[in-house]
């Protein structure tokens, strides 16, 4: 179960861990609906690969999963993952939201649920985690980019790119996640709806336009190659984040 990305959110990746295919599509229609990507998996030690494999932005996770609890999963994820999690339980005591949220979940839904509840919590916790411009990255240095998720915008050093969409998700994931390296593979999962039709080297062509755009505007480019790996945004990047223009 896999939806299309829509060009505002071409960098969000979201794991649905659910053993009732109902529920899961319920979920994956109302998010792709926001434009957002989705994959389904109904067991717990699947959704632990999924994420280990990487590329997913936020996790719903069933706490009563088949194989092992939800709660367990969590456990297991926190200790190599700090993506968001939002546990969807039929349980609804005060004591299992306690349970959930101590284990490092970031929010707690019982069931049964409103669809669009979901996604706004979805959207609230994205909104949160994700700095806009001027933030500073984990090592205080200023930010660089402005990414306009709503206007599928990006700013570099305070100018405007003009980007194709392909070249928008592919920038947005990068800045998204200073410093992470991404394959060809994880960046056409994410960016290209028919990435099954589609060749990596789509991605090193793409790349190779990006680097041009933010040379003009400020005379180098933060993008790094990994041979044999993939790519990565510089993570100690210090030019000024002054407000676009």
């Given at each position: 179960?896999?939806?299309?990305?829509?060009?505002?959110e071409?960098?969000?990746r979201?794991?649905?861990?659910e053993?009732?295919?109902?529920?899961?599509?319920t979920?994956?229609?109302?998010?792709a609906g926001e434009g957002?990507?989705?994959?389904?998996?109904s067991?717990g030690?699947e959704a632990?690969a999924a994420?280990?494999d990487?590329?997913?932005?936020?996790?719903?996770?069933?706490?009563g999963?088949?194989?092992i609890?939800?709660?367990d999963?969590?456990?297991?994820?926190?200790r190599h993952?700090?993506?968001?999690?939002?546990?969807?339980?039929?349980?609804?005591d005060?004591?299992d939201?306690?349970?959930?949220?101590?284990?490092?979940?970031?929010d707690?839904?019982?069931k049964?649920f409103?669809?669009?509840?979901?996604?706004?919590?979805?959207r609230a916790?994205l909104?949160r985690l994700?700095?806009?411009g001027?933030a500073?990255?984990?090592?205080?240095?200023?930010n660089?980019?402005t990414v306009d998720?709503?206007?599928?915008?990006?700013?570099?050093?305070g100018?405007w790119?003009?980007?194709t969409?392909?070249?928008?998700?592919?920038?947005?994931?990068?800045?998204?996640?200073p410093g992470?390296?991404?394959?060809?593979?994880?960046?056409?999962a994410?960016v290209?709806?028919?990435?099954?039709?589609?060749l990596?080297?789509t991605?090193?062509?793409?790349?190779?336009t990006?680097?041009a755009?933010?040379?003009?505007?400020?005379?180098?480019?933060?993008?790094?190659?990994?041979?044999?790996?993939?790519?990565?945004l510089?993570?100690?990047?210090?030019?000024?984040a002054?407000?676009?223009?």
């Amino acid at each position: 179960m896999t939806t299309s990305l829509s060009a505002t959110e071409a960098a969000t990746r979201i794991l649905i861990v659910e053993d009732e295919p109902a529920i899961a599509d319920t979920l994956a229609f109302a998010l792709a609906g926001e434009g957002y990507s989705t994959e389904w998996r109904s067991l717990g030690r699947e959704a632990l690969a999924a994420v280990n494999d990487g590329g997913f932005d936020l996790v719903i996770l069933d706490v009563g999963l088949p194989d092992i609890g939800g709660f367990d999963v969590c456990r297991e994820l926190r200790r190599h993952s700090d993506v968001p999690v939002i546990f969807l339980t039929a349980r609804s005591d005060e004591i299992d939201r306690i349970v959930g949220l101590e284990l490092g979940a970031d929010d707690y839904v019982a069931k049964p649920f409103s669809p669009r509840e979901v996604v706004s919590r979805v959207r609230a916790i994205l909104r949160r985690l994700r700095p806009r411009g001027g933030a500073h990255d984990a090592h205080g240095a200023a930010n660089p980019f402005t990414v306009d998720a709503d206007g599928a915008r990006i700013a570099y050093c305070g100018t405007w790119l003009s980007l194709t969409r392909y070249e928008y998700g592919l920038l947005a994931t990068l800045a998204d996640h200073p410093g992470r390296i991404f394959s060809r593979a994880q960046l056409m999962a994410r960016v290209w709806q028919d990435a099954g039709e589609s060749l990596e080297r789509t991605v090193d062509a793409h790349v190779k336009t990006l680097r041009a755009k933010l040379r003009e505007v400020a005379g180098d480019d933060p993008i790094e190659t990994h041979r044999g790996l993939g790519y990565s945004l510089r993570r100690d990047l210090r030019r000024d984040a002054s407000a676009p223009r």
